[in-house]
């Protein structure tokens, strides 16, 4: 008898896929690799040597001739390779015994499917606990009382489908329907173990047995012990699980299981849930073999897509630095812009070269200038946002995409501390201090470019004028003086006519409760539908709307929607939703504002008790004499005055200005991002909370994304807050069926829920 040696036959094709194939094989050390064009050639290869422990053979191109070579393997475990002209309806239970296929992939092959079946193969696997469960199934059929022998391969080939990775390009929408009907079953939840490692995220589901009320089968008992790794397998029959019983008798089901999803190293991945009304098909004995089959087949596609994110994901990130790198960052700037399109949002990219960086290459070598680059890199990640895509883009540049900005001068805030930031000693490993500074460019989204490639070039050119101005600062790209006149001109005629045309709209943005989260008011925010540009953001228009006087008809337009939308969802849904919208400086000085707020509120039916009206800072610093005026015949028709972006000057810390009535304060979002980054950001917080405190005011935080900027808030007695983590700003049909859909206090007047990323 010919002996095995420690190598792995590789018989395809396409001289890609054997490339493709020898690489994964190479990662996994399986010992000499024998690759072939053809059945001739892996003939040759095996007369010279032992024979190999696996191989993985075409089965397109010769299919007779590849069966005649696996009679030559004495028995090695086959990965069959096909691809669309030779299709899986040509696979048998027959074909599969008779030459060991324990898997199959399909060209052209992709890297982290082949790596994963060979592992499966060459450590003990999906594969094998399926042909495993396979030979049970045909073994319970010889001794199931009316199963006919013959009977059994035509049910290995109704599962032969689901075992061939290949079928993966249809989804569970492809696996799932041929799982029901081989197992005979109405309910099928393929699940996964969720983030926090004790429960489950449903993946794929098809039911037939859901009744109104029926419990999440998930969260029974019997799910959450395959959780754990014990399957659970009901057949039908007297002698139920007590802990399904109430689940079979929700549903009318007499057969249900729930069985672990291994990986190859017998690690729980998920669960599969199946129930089924009929306890004849399959037999009894055959049933719990099927099932392992099948579960092993949705493992294996757990395993896959795990398996294809990690390599996705070793793939789009710096080796060096750990940062995203340019792939990656062109991907998720591309991301920004459809988001930015469809909301409106402004955002910038910055581009980040280290000055006179080869001069550190040269003189100290590049294993210093390796320090410096992995130490700027993890500096430049903590002085932006967590929201913020830093990247590696080539050599000592890096690149960076600032979301969630209102305007320029929001952006210029944050490249200038990230200019501050960078300028900080470094201590190398030999503890030698080095300085080393940075020179930026900044362009700004829709003002500079509307696509990416615009963007990164712009800001390219405005980092290269910066290294012309003397290196160490920050340059923002600019149009040239004639040209952006032009284009404000343009801009401003289309503006003129953006509300006959339609292309207005209002989203909003939901507060809600720290305490309860639940939503107490909405902000109003105006939007641009430009026919060209997209979604233009107020920060990019409305400057000009207020230098060209059109702030004011555009303006109440804006409030007349808005507090028609908020009236209508109290009637529908929140009795007690508020409306808070911020106007201008120039609306603010309109004479008849006291009186359109009146018209607006009368017409709507919305009353003005439930109107928050926002004024910057800035414009309540140095009131006129008759902005106090107006304020206080606003509070005294009901509306609610609110200083907008507190903290910005000084006037949210300090006593009211001349007896200027204000009933809120709006912590500006510039540092609550900087909650857990900036001390001095946070005493800022404390101080405004506390002031506000002592003068009665009720606070608003605007900008929350991560929880622990919420902790903190909530920790200091912040009552309100809004952000991307409770919702991002919707229109005005989308919020209202957020607000509907969401259980109410019984106080009927606080609001609802919303969920975190909405």
């Given at each position: 008898?010919?002996?095995?040696?420690?190598?792995?036959l590789?018989?395809?094709a396409s001289?890609?896929?054997?490339r493709?194939?020898?690489d994964a094989?190479?990662?996994?050390d399986?010992?000499?690799?024998?690759?072939?064009?053809d059945?001739?050639?892996?003939?040759a290869l095996?007369?010279?040597?032992?024979l190999?422990?696996?191989?993985i053979?075409?089965?397109?191109h010769?299919?007779?001739e590849?069966r005649a070579?696996c009679?030559?393997?004495?028995g090695?475990?086959?990965?069959g390779?096909?691809?669309a002209?030779f299709?899986?309806?040509r696979?048998?239970a027959?074909?599969?015994?008779e030459c060991?296929?324990?898997s199959w992939?399909r060209?052209?092959?992709d890297?982290?499917?082949a790596?994963l079946r060979?592992?499966e193969?060459l450590?003990g696997t999906h594969?094998?606990?399926?042909h495993?469960?396979s030979?049970?199934v045909?073994s319970a059929?010889?001794?199931?009382?009316g199963?006919?022998a013959?009977?059994?391969p035509a049910?290995?080939?109704?599962?032969?489908?689901l075992?061939q990775?290949?079928?993966?390009?249809?989804?569970?929408?492809?696996?799932?329907?041929?799982?029901?009907?081989?197992?005979?079953?109405?309910?099928?939840?393929?699940?996964?173990?969720d983030?926090?490692g004790?429960?489950l995220?449903p993946?794929?589901?098809m039911?037939?047995?859901?009744?109104?009320?029926?419990?999440?089968?998930?969260?029974?008992a019997?799910?959450r012990?395959?959780?754990?790794g014990?399957p659970?397998?009901h057949?039908g029959?007297?002698?139920?699980d007590?802990q399904?019983?109430?689940?079979?008798?929700?549903?009318g089901?007499v057969?249900?299981?729930?069985l672990?999803l291994?990986d190859?190293?017998?690690?729980?991945?998920?669960?599969m849930v199946c129930?089924?009304r009929?306890?004849?098909?399959?037999?009894?004995g055959?049933l719990?073999p099927?099932l392992e089959i099948v579960a092993?087949r949705f493992?294996?596609?757990?395993e896959?897509?795990?398996?294809?994110?990690?390599?996705?994901?070793?793939a789009l990130?710096?080796?060096l630095?750990?940062l995203p790198n340019?792939?990656l960052?062109n991907?998720?700037?591309?991301?920004?812009?459809?988001?930015?399109?469809?909301?409106g949002?402004?955002?910038a990219?910055?581009?980040?070269d280290?000055?006179?960086f080869?001069?550190i290459?040269d003189?100290l070598?590049?294993?210093?200038?390796?320090?410096?680059?992995?130490a700027?890199?993890?500096?430049?990640?903590?002085?932006?946002r967590?929201s913020?895509?830093?990247a590696?883009?080539?050599?000592?540049?890096?690149?960076a995409?600032?979301?969630h900005?209102?305007?320029?001068?929001?952006?210029a805030?944050a490249?200038?501390?990230?200019?501050?930031g960078m300028q900080a000693?470094l201590?190398l490993?030999?503890?030698?201090e080095?300085?080393?500074t940075?020179?930026?460019g900044?362009?700004?989204?829709?003002d500079?470019?509307?696509d990416a490639e615009?963007l990164?070039?712009?800001?390219?050119?405005?980092m290269?004028n910066a290294k012309?101005q003397?290196?160490?600062q920050?340059?923002a790209f600019g149009?040239?003086?004639?040209?952006?006149h032009?284009?404000?001109?343009?801009?401003e005629?289309r503006?003129r006519d953006?509300?006959?045309n339609r292309e207005?709209c209002?989203h909003y943005q939901p507060?809600?409760d720290?305490?309860?989260?639940?939503?107490?008011a909405?902000e109003?925010?105006l939007?641009w539908?430009h026919?060209?540009?997209?979604m233009?953001?107020?920060?990019?228009f409305?400057p000009?709307?207020?230098e060209s006087?059109?702030?004011?008809?555009i303006?109440e337009?804006a409030?007349?929607r808005?507090?028609?939308d908020?009236?209508e969802?109290?009637?529908?849904s929140?009795?007690?939703?508020?409306?808070?919208?911020?106007?201008s400086?120039?609306?603010?000085?309109?004479p008849?504002?006291?009186?359109?707020?009146?018209?607006?509120c009368r017409?709507t039916g919305?009353s003005?008790r439930?109107?928050?009206?926002?004024a910057?800072?800035s414009?309540?610093a140095?009131?006129p004499?008759?902005?106090a005026?107006?304020l206080?015949a606003?509070r005294?028709i009901?509306?609610r005055?609110?200083?907008?972006d507190?903290g910005?000057?000084r006037?949210?810390m300090?006593?009211?200005a001349?007896?200027?009535p204000a009933?809120a304060?709006k912590?500006?979002?510039g540092?609550i991002r900087?909650i857990g980054?900036?001390p001095?950001?946070?005493v800022?917080?404390?101080?405004?909370?506390?002031?506000a405190?002592g003068?009665g005011?009720?606070v608003?935080a605007?900008?929350v994304?991560t929880?622990r900027?919420?902790?903190f808030?909530r920790?200091?007695g912040?009552?309100?807050?809004q952000?991307?983590?409770?919702?991002?700003?919707?229109?005005?049909a989308?919020?209202?069926?957020?607000l509907a859909a969401?259980?109410?206090?019984?106080?009927?007047?606080e609001?609802?829920p919303?969920?975190?990323h909405?």
């Amino acid at each position: 008898m010919r002996r095995r040696g420690r190598s792995v036959l590789v018989v395809a094709a396409s001289r890609d896929d054997r490339r493709v194939l020898f690489d994964a094989l190479d990662g996994l050390d399986p010992g000499e690799i024998l690759s072939a064009r053809d059945t001739a050639h892996a003939h040759a290869l095996l007369r010279q040597g032992p024979l190999p422990v696996l191989a993985i053979m075409d089965f397109e191109h010769a299919p007779d001739e590849a069966r005649a070579l696996c009679a030559e393997l004495a028995g090695a475990p086959v990965i069959g390779l096909f691809g669309a002209a030779f299709g899986a309806g040509r696979l048998t239970a027959a074909m599969a015994a008779e030459c060991n296929i324990q898997s199959w992939l399909r060209a052209p092959v992709d890297a982290a499917e082949a790596e994963l079946r060979i592992r499966e193969v060459l450590v003990g696997t999906h594969a094998e606990t399926a042909h495993e469960a396979s030979r049970s199934v045909a073994s319970a059929a010889a001794d199931e009382p009316g199963e006919e022998a013959g009977s059994v391969p035509a049910m290995l080939q109704t599962l032969a489908g689901l075992l061939q990775p290949g079928r993966d390009s249809a989804g569970w929408s492809g696996l799932l329907p041929r799982a029901m009907d081989a197992l005979g079953m109405d309910l099928i939840i393929v699940a996964e173990r969720d983030a926090s490692g004790d429960g489950l995220w449903p993946l794929a589901r098809m039911d037939r047995l859901s009744e109104p009320g029926t419990s999440d089968p998930l969260r029974e008992a019997f799910a959450r012990q395959a959780l754990r790794g014990e399957p659970v397998v009901h057949t039908g029959g007297r002698g139920a699980d007590t802990q399904g019983e109430a689940f079979m008798r929700a549903t009318g089901s007499v057969r249900f299981a729930a069985l672990p999803l291994f990986d190859t190293h017998r690690n729980v991945l998920g669960v599969m849930v199946c129930a089924s009304r009929r306890a004849d098909t399959p037999a009894a004995g055959l049933l719990q073999p099927m099932l392992e089959i099948v579960a092993s087949r949705f493992a294996a596609v757990l395993e896959l897509r795990a398996e294809r994110e990690r390599g996705r994901h070793r793939a789009l990130l710096d080796g060096l630095t750990g940062l995203p790198n340019r792939m990656l960052f062109n991907d998720r700037l591309e991301s920004a812009l459809q988001d930015a399109r469809r909301t409106g949002e402004v955002f910038a990219v910055l581009f980040v070269d280290l000055d006179r960086f080869k001069g550190i290459n040269d003189s100290l070598g590049h294993g210093v200038g390796d320090q410096v680059l992995v130490a700027e890199a993890h500096r430049l990640q903590a002085l932006l946002r967590a929201s913020d895509t830093v990247a590696r883009y080539a050599g000592d540049e890096f690149t960076a995409i600032l979301r969630h900005v209102d305007d320029r001068a929001d952006i210029a805030g944050a490249a200038a501390k990230v200019l501050h930031g960078m300028q900080a000693p470094l201590i190398l490993d030999n503890g030698s201090e080095l300085q080393v500074t940075a020179s930026i460019g900044v362009s700004v989204f829709p003002d500079d470019a509307a696509d990416a490639e615009g963007l990164i070039r712009h800001a390219d050119m405005a980092m290269y004028n910066a290294k012309g101005q003397g290196r160490n600062q920050v340059q923002a790209f600019g149009n040239a003086p004639g040209e952006a006149h032009r284009q404000r001109l343009e801009m401003e005629s289309r503006l003129r006519d953006a509300e006959a045309n339609r292309e207005l709209c209002v989203h909003y943005q939901p507060q809600v409760d720290i305490a309860s989260e639940a939503v107490v008011a909405v902000e109003a925010l105006l939007r641009w539908r430009h026919p060209v540009l997209g979604m233009l953001s107020p920060g990019f228009f409305l400057p000009l709307a207020e230098e060209s006087g059109l702030i004011i008809p555009i303006g109440e337009w804006a409030l007349r929607r808005a507090c028609a939308d908020v009236a209508e969802w109290q009637q529908r849904s929140v009795a007690g939703l508020r409306l808070a919208v911020n106007l201008s400086s120039l609306q603010w000085m309109s004479p008849n504002l006291v009186t359109m707020i009146e018209s607006v509120c009368r017409d709507t039916g919305l009353s003005p008790r439930m109107l928050d009206l926002e004024a910057s800072e800035s414009a309540l610093a140095h009131p006129p004499p008759e902005l106090a005026g107006v304020l206080r015949a606003l509070r005294e028709i009901g509306c609610r005055i609110v200083i907008d972006d507190a903290g910005v000057g000084r006037l949210g810390m300090e006593e009211e200005a001349d007896g200027l009535p204000a009933d809120a304060i709006k912590i500006d979002h510039g540092f609550i991002r900087n909650i857990g980054s900036d001390p001095d950001d946070e005493v800022v917080i404390t101080s405004l909370l506390d002031a506000a405190r002592g003068d009665g005011r009720r606070v608003v935080a605007e900008g929350v994304e991560t929880e622990r900027q919420l902790e903190f808030l909530r920790e200091r007695g912040c009552e309100a807050a809004q952000g991307y983590l409770f919702c991002r700003p919707l229109e005005a049909a989308a919020l209202g069926e957020l607000l509907a859909a969401r259980p109410h206090p019984a106080n009927g007047g606080e609001g609802s829920p919303v969920p975190a990323h909405a």
